[in-house]
Nanobody
Framework: QVQLVESGGGLVQPGGSLNLSCAAS????????VAWYRQAPGKQRELVAQ???????DYADSVKGRFIISRDNTKNTMYLQMNSLKPEDTAVYYC????????WGQGTQVTVSS
């Protein structure tokens, strides 16, 4: 059974930081492209950042220079370090793992507000 479990979300003030984690089980993690998506109320789910199985990294323009994605294949875990957070970063953040099939986590809420 495949599971992706996110953690690390919460409430933070503008300019603050959060570090999200996504722990995977039931897959050969190192073979998967893994990514963070987010969905704000009333908006479509969007790609935030991804790191491929061969460690190529891409970011959405809106988070470049502020967010850092990483993976630790020895721990089957992916991370998203989010810095200089803005109110428009408020969303549910989802972990995604994709190879021949795509798997999703349940999401973790990130709220940026003063």
């Amino acid at each position: 059974q495949v599971q992706l479990v996110e953690s690390g979300g919460g409430l933070v003030q503008p300019g603050g930081s959060l570090n999200l984690s996504c722990a995977a089980s039931g897959i050969i993690f190192s073979l998967y492209t893994v990514a963070w998506y987010r969905q704000a109320p009333g908006k479509q789910r969007e790609l935030v950042a991804q790191v491929t199985y061969d460690t190529s990294i891409d970011y959405a323009d809106s988070v470049k220079g502020r967010f850092i994605i990483s993976r630790d294949n020895t721990k089957n875990t992916m991370y998203l370090q989010m810095n200089s957070l803005k109110p428009e970063d408020t969303a549910v953040y989802y972990c995604n793992a994709q190879s021949r099939k795509a798997y999703w986590g349940q999401g973790t809420q990130v709220t940026v507000s003063s």
